[in-house]
Structure formats: C-alpha cells, structure tokens
C-alpha cells in the first residue's frame, strides 16, 4: 500500500506539471496544509493573498489519517505543503519527499525541541518525540515565523504582507496566552490534573501548570492498545491523585476512558478539539478559538 502511494503521487506530480511555480509566474501560491489548525495559522499570514487549504478534512484522526488518490492530486498540485513535523506526519511527509516532485515540504515546528516527560508522566522516549507544540500558543510563534519565511521565499513580492500579517497574529497569540493564563487561575493548583486519551497535552501542562496523571493510550500517537497492566496503573493514578475527568478528543473513541471513568468514578469530556477545527458555528473554527474552546473545556470539568 505504500509502495502504491509513492507511485501514485510521482504520477500525479509528473501529471500536475512538475517544476513550475506559480509564483514565479505571476500566480498565487498554491499551499496545503495537512491540518485544520495548521491550515488556519498559515492563512492568517498569508491573509488575502491567497487560500490555504487543509488536507486532513475535521474530526478526522491526523495520527491515523490514510491518503487517498484525491490527497495525492492535491499534495502534487501544491507549491508548498505544510505540516506540523516531530513525526505527527511521519507517513505523508515521506511519501512526498520519497516521490521526487517539487512540492516543498514545510514543518511548522522546525527547530523547537521536543519535551522530556516530568516524573510519573506517560509515554514519551528518545525514539517518540511529542510533536503537540501548538498547543502551547507560545510555541506557535515559532510555527508562524517558518511559515512567514516559507511564503517569502516562495513568493518574494508578499514578503511585506506575510511580515505584517505573521506580526498582528503574534500579538493575537500572546493575548491569547494570557487569556488561557488567567483561565486556569480559577482552577485550584491541586486540581490541576490531566488525564488524556494520549499523550497530548504535555506542553500544554507545561505552560499552564497542570500535572499530567496520566493517558488511557501512553502514547503520542493513537495507533496503540493499552495493556491490561497500563490501565490499570492508570485506574490506580487516578484514585490516587484525585484527578476529576479524563479529556477524549473528536474523533477517537472514549470506550476506554469511559472503563476507567466507571471504576474511578470521574467524568468523561469526550470533545476536545486539540488538532481539528469546528465548522463556522461550531465554537472553534480557527485555531485561537479552538484553544479558547478546549480550555474552557478543561477547566470547566477541573474547577
């Protein structure tokens, strides 16, 4: 099946007209992103310039995300294709690179180091880098200024534009840090407790002060079944700390988080919007609104 995909996106390159750049030509740039919320960063550098369209559609999976032909036309088309990078897309990054077209790949956290899991957390190894960063809105000033230089380089005559654009949404994330700041503030610091259905949340935690009790599948992915033994060291955490909830995001199924919520008695928050958008009335159709979203969740189950 891989193999498959290789092929068929140096098909599609070579059919999409390989080596021409819109750009160059006069065009506007063509750009992919393989999130929502990837997506949604990189327009609001680009602003009117052009549109950024996501590949990964809503309340999909990104881990488990699979291409199809119609992706593979789409990533072949493109000038620029953005992802988040530290292995979250590990499978499509190397079927483009592998393919040899002229799509340049762009990872948004290019040059953050990943996190080193604090005592008593789940998961996360040399070998498994957590590559969660945008949620911590601090982080994502680095997605934007990669993006920024990338739209530059693409297109040289926007370089004012993504400049202003990228400085106006890092004044937005900054307002945005505070906002989620002074959220947690209303939860008592020894109620600020996590548990997840990955491992997801650890910079998060970081910036804001929780502690992470613990995740149903102690991974950074999704791909994996716990262990009998795991679930219950994590039945055993949860008694133990007192955590209130464990937070399940759209798209993956909460059947084990709601075992554990059974036994331990604590409340399942099964819609966490932590990598997709919302539609336009869904209360998260742009990142900044997503992270208001999750955190009001999060602090509404803890306080």
């Not at 819109?22 to 602003?47: C, E």
């Amino acid at each position: 099946m891989f193999l498959a995909v290789l092929c068929g996106l140096a098909l599609l390159a070579a059919a999409a007209g390989c080596g021409e750049d819109d750009a160059a030509q006069g065009g506007r740039l063509d750009v992919v992103a393989s999130a929502t919320f990837l997506a949604d960063i990189a327009q609001q550098v680009a602003g009117d310039r052009f549109a950024v369209r996501a590949l990964v559609p809503r309340d999909a999976d990104l881990h488990s995300f699979e291409l199809t032909p119609r992706d593979l036309t789409d990533i072949a088309g493109a000038d620029l294709f953005i992802v988040n990078g530290a292995g979250l897309e590990r499978t499509l990054e190397e079927a483009v690179r592998a393919a040899g077209g002229d799509v340049r790949v762009v990872e948004a956290s290019a040059g953050l180091t990943t996190r080193t899991p604090q005592s008593g957390e789940p998961g996360g190894t040399a070998h498994e880098p957590d590559p969660h960063f945008w949620l911590d809105p601090t982080l994502v000033e680095s997605y934007v200024a990669t993006i920024r230089d990338a739209f530059a380089a693409a297109d040289p005559d926007g370089t004012a534009v993504y400049e202003a654009n990228a400085a106006a949404y890092v004044d937005e994330l900054r307002a945005l840090d505070h906002w989620i700041a002074a959220q947690v503030e209303t939860v008592p610091a020894d109620q600020r407790l996590l548990v997840m259905n990955h491992v997801s949340h650890g910079y998060y935690a970081d910036r804001y002060g929780f502690a992470v009790v613990g995740a149903v599948i102690p991974s950074v992915g999704t791909a994996e079944e716990p262990t009998a033994r795991q679930l219950a060291e994590l039945t055993r955490a949860v008694r133990e700390t007192g955590a209130k909830a464990v937070f399940v995001e759209l798209g993956q199924s909460p059947d084990l988080a709601t075992q554990i919520a059974a036994e331990t008695g604590i409340t399942v928050v099964d819609d966490l919007r932590d990598h997709s958008l919302s539609g336009p009335g869904g209360g998260a159709a742009t990142y900044i609104a997503m992270m208001k979203y999750d955190t009001r969740k999060i602090v509404e189950a803890l306080r």
